[in-house]
């Protein structure tokens, strides 16, 4: 089945600099892959995706990238703010209905002011 | 719009005992999830429904869980007898493909405690 990695699983960064977290996959079917983001004792919640026809995408100060060669995919937030704080999970999927996700094991993203 | 609702939101039972979950998905989701998250980790997918049909129950330990979603609508999580190592976050999601695919909806989660 699939396997998702995760790294790194802690990363602390001040106030308006970048934060980038990276995830790599074992399954080459896998199509779909999307972010989510935990806040503290709160249900996970999507923050964006990427499908395997696209190499890049952006909202704001968030972005995904995708290296299907490498099999692996990265989260990239930029100016990042206090609020930013929280966990972030990755995930694949092997259909472009996102039905079938495997999640990383997370990073705990924490934003000093 | 009401998102995924689950109860109870905290659970605390001794060990051997049996422990329900509830989950009503968002109204027109043909698709339920069933995760459970460890603490520090990502979620685990338990079984996933589509419409009333359990389509990936793998993952499900069948010795001591059940899981059922009558109607396609309302679905319950059982565990019997618990065990120690079945302490967690059970976490109920759903998704519609009609809504452009892949985005799942969580609900707050169950927090089970096994004394």
């Known amino acids: 089945g699939e396997n998702v990695e995760q790294h790194p699983s802690t990363l602390s960064v001040q106030e308006g600099d970048s934060a980038v977290i990276k995830c790599t996959y074992s399954d080459s079917a896998s199509n779909y892959f999307p972010w989510y983001k935990q806040e503290l004792g709160k249900r996970p919640q999507l923050i964006i995706d990427?499908?395997?026809?696209?190499g890049e995408k952006k909202d704001q100060r968030i972005a995904v990238t995708l290296n299907k060669t490498a099999k692996h995919f990265s989260l990239h937030i930029t100016e990042t703010q206090p609020e930013d704080s929280a966990v972030y999970f990755c995930?694949?999927?092997?259909?472009?209905?996102?039905?079938?996700?495997?999640f990383g094991g997370g990073t705990r993203l924490m934003v000093k002011p | 719009e009401a998102g995924v609702v689950q109860s109870p939101r905290y659970k605390i039972i001794e060990k051997k005992q049996p422990v329900a979950f509830w989950c009503n998905p968002i109204s027109g989701h043909n698709t339920l999830y069933w995760y459970l998250q460890n603490l520090g980790q990502g979620p685990e997918l338990l079984i996933r429904y589509e419409n009333e049909e359990a389509v990936d129950d793998s993952q499900l330990p069948k010795d001591r869980f059940s899981a059922e979603r009558l109607k396609g609508v309302d679905s319950t999580l059982k565990i019997q007898p618990a065990e120690l190592g079945d302490s967690a976050v059970y976490l109920c999601?759903?998704?519609?493909?009609?809504?452009?695919?892949?985005?799942?909806?969580f609900g707050p989660g169950t927090r089970l405690t096994v004394l």
């Open positions: 995930a694949a999927s092997k259909n472009n209905a996102g039905n079938m996700l495997t």
């Open positions: 990427i499908r395997s026809n696209v």
């Open positions: 999601a759903s998704s519609s493909i009609g809504s452009g695919g892949g985005e799942q909806f």
